[in-house]
């Protein structure tokens, strides 16, 4: 009797706190115990963006009190959940729009009413109907990687956002959800850096339509849009659509490059709806193309791939597979030197269409003035000439797919190796380790990245010499980023490098000097040997920090020339030769060359062999010449 009078009492606790749900259905009984276990669940972490910390507690991730029932929800899955199934109850206004909790919350009611068997009076909820409505009838959804945009090096890991497919027939009139950091029209560049990486920024979800994410990234930017679509039913595609409209219309993420970023968000969002999917593990920071392998590699997660190739790599395509003199036609119609009636080239004719396309989203301003009225009068002229023939078609050679993130290598790498060094023909053996954390060389095989683009952040590597047993740092790496973009009659882009961190100067004859460095370049590229090479000037400056440097610094320009030739998939080769000058130093060589060839074979996809030499002599100082010869074993791993 006094068991049966302890849970009695306690029920009636339970329901003073939960209060209008006390009619929940007798098949499942709302006792302490079974908040606990809700509390304390997979789904519920997820629903609320509960994250365990340093400390092995959990805090949401969400940044705007107005998520939150409980005053200390954010921290408190336990007493959120109570006042979440106390206040779906009650005729509270929340949210941006003073909405009834069922209406700003309608994932949370529906999970706490299914969970609970609550038997609840279901309000009306007319603004959800209206959001709703705009991604007319939604279907299903797709995650959506936006290759890295070489130009640009905030882009150059990539970006992701989400596709909602609809019941029209046309994707191109389906909704892009994106969830990005607001940042002012103005923001200078320190600012973006500093705020970005401690999260000074907030983040924000936005709709458009299909087609303008599809200008912005595959047109305007020229990057490839992988399309993965998520193994969901229509309802979880609908629940989805709530969870991201109880996020906006409710509260707020800070927003943090490197970990709490888009692409992190958008996986956060889809794991509220599947919490049994493992797709947010990541070790120290979210890269886009990572969480495409997050949801690849996961058997029964992604239902079917599409790959929408970029604008660039699409007239490109059409370019190449022109003859010598059908070329001459091309450049002479795009000219206007040429008129359009005169051509009888349906290829032709489409190749110039679709290069006006290109550059109707390249060159926005010379497009008008230039090229408009000319793309109008030869779309007329080519509609008279009816449709391109199947041996026509075949002409144009296959979208180059090799972007596709979840087939390449993995973002850390070890480096494990050693070789030979010294001075002028002396020389001793040295052992090698270098761990990086990201992301990608020239070297490296390009299967998944972008081809001819390299980005490392960051790396640190010690050696070891056998024969006086000493151990020292050699370099420890900040951020390197390299994009030869091939210059071609129709695309001129500029090529260019960066790279900063702390490295060992031998060109002096100190084999202990290790300075902080900062060196940037600018320059050409072109394609030679079908496209399987490229030569490459760059023309830039140099700056070094060191106590033990007569000014504690020293700078000067830098002139470099090389090859990069990937004779296969698997083989790739760099040979180049840089030229640096120290220009206001008297007491050191102020003129070196380093001239270096790098061999790299890609034995499977996380494993390659690499063979580097270099070779580097002072000016008029024969006696202080370097040259280095290693092998290493490299392993991709995450």
């Not at 009797?1 to 009619?23: E, N």
């Not at 849009?225 to 193994?231: A, C, D, R, S």
């Not at 597979?321 to 051509?343: H, I, N, R, W, Y």
Request: net charge neutral; glycine share 6%; aromatic share 14%.
């Amino acid at each position: 009797m006094i068991l049966y009078r302890m849970m009695v009492g306690t029920l009636i606790c339970i329901g003073l706190i939960i209060g209008p749900i006390a009619h929940a259905d007798d098949s499942l009984e709302i006792n302490e115990k079974n908040l606990k276990e809700v509390a304390a669940s997979k789904s519920w972490h997820a629903l609320m963006h509960y994250e365990p910390n340093w400390m092995g507690r959990v805090r949401s991730l969400l940044d705007g009190q107005g998520f939150f029932f409980s005053p200390n929800g954010k921290y408190d899955p336990y007493s959120e959940l109570e006042a979440s199934l106390k206040a779906m109850g009650q005729a509270l206004a929340v949210g941006k729009f003073k909405l009834h909790p069922q209406c700003a919350f309608p994932e949370r009611f529906r999970y706490l009413r299914t969970t609970f068997k609550m038997n609840l009076k279901i309000e009306p909820c007319p603004k959800i109907e209206e959001y709703m409505r705009t991604f007319n009838d939604p279907q299903a959804v797709s995650v959506v990687f936006s290759s890295a945009y070489p130009n640009n090096p905030a882009s150059m890991f990539g970006h992701t956002f989400l596709r909602i497919h609809s019941s029209r027939r046309t994707d191109l009139l389906d909704v892009g959800v994106n969830f990005a950091a607001f940042v002012p029209p103005d923001e200078n560049g320190f600012a973006f850096v500093w705020f970005g990486t401690t999260g000074g920024y907030k983040g924000a979800w936005s709709t458009e339509p299909y087609y303008v994410k599809v200008n912005d990234y595959s047109n305007f930017e020229s990057r490839d849009l992988w399309e993965y679509e998520l193994n969901l039913t229509q309802d979880e595609v609908v629940r989805l659509l709530h969870h991201f409209w109880e996020l906006e219309t409710n509260s707020n993420f800070d927003y943090y490059f490197f970990d709490e970023n888009c692409s992190y968000q958008i996986l956060a969002a889809v794991t509220a709806i599947k919490p049994d999917w493992d797709i947010l593990q990541h070790r120290i920071y979210v890269i886009p193309g990572e969480t495409v392998k997050n949801i690849a590699y996961i058997p029964g997660v992604v239902r079917n791939v599409k790959f929408r190739p970029s604008a660039h790599n699409r007239v490109h395509n059409r370019y190449w597979a022109l003859t010598d003199s059908e070329q001459e036609e091309f450049f002479a119609l795009v000219k206007g030197e040429k008129p359009v009636q005169e051509s009888r080239s349906r290829f032709v004719l489409d190749t110039v269409a679709a290069y006006f396309d290109y550059l109707r989203n390249e060159k926005k301003g010379a497009y008008k003035e230039t090229y408009e009225k000319r793309r109008e009068e030869l779309l007329s002229h080519r509609a008279t000439l009816g449709v391109a023939t199947d041996a026509e078609l075949a002409r144009v050679r296959p979208a180059d797919g090799t972007t596709q993130p979840d087939l390449g290598h993995e973002p850390y790498v070890w480096r494990i190796g050693g070789g030979v060094r010294g001075r002028n023909r002396s020389g001793k053996s040295f052992a090698s380790l270098q761990l990086k954390s990201a992301y990608h060389d020239l070297l490296n095989n390009d299967q998944g990245f972008t081809r001819w683009s390299h980005i490392d952040f960051p790396w640190v590597e010690f050696q070891y010499s056998e024969l006086d047993h000493n151990l020292w740092l050699e370099q420890l790496g900040g951020l390197a980023v390299s994009s030869f973009h091939p210059w071609t009659k129709i695309d001129r882009r500029p090529s260019w490098r960066f790279n900063s961190g702390i490295f060992t100067a031998r060109d002096y004859g100190c084999d202990d000097c290790r300075h902080l460095t900062v060196e940037a370049a600018i320059g050409a590229a072109v394609s030679v040997d079908g496209h399987r090479s490229v030569v490459y000037g760059l023309a830039g400056a140099k700056l070094d920090f060191y106590s033990q440097l007569e000014r504690g610094y020293r700078y000067g320009p830098q002139i470099e020339i090389g090859w990069l030739a990937s004779f296969s998939e698997r083989y790739k080769v760099r040979l180049s030769a840089l030229g640096q000058w120290d220009v206001d130093q008297k007491s050191r060589p102020q003129y070196s060359t380093l001239t270096r060839l790098d061999h790299a074979y890609s034995l499977s996809k996380n494993r390659e062999l690499r063979h580097s030499n270099l070779l580097q002599v002072p000016t008029e100082h024969n006696h202080l010449q370097w040259w280095e010869s290693r092998l290493e074993y490299l392993i991709f791993f995450r």
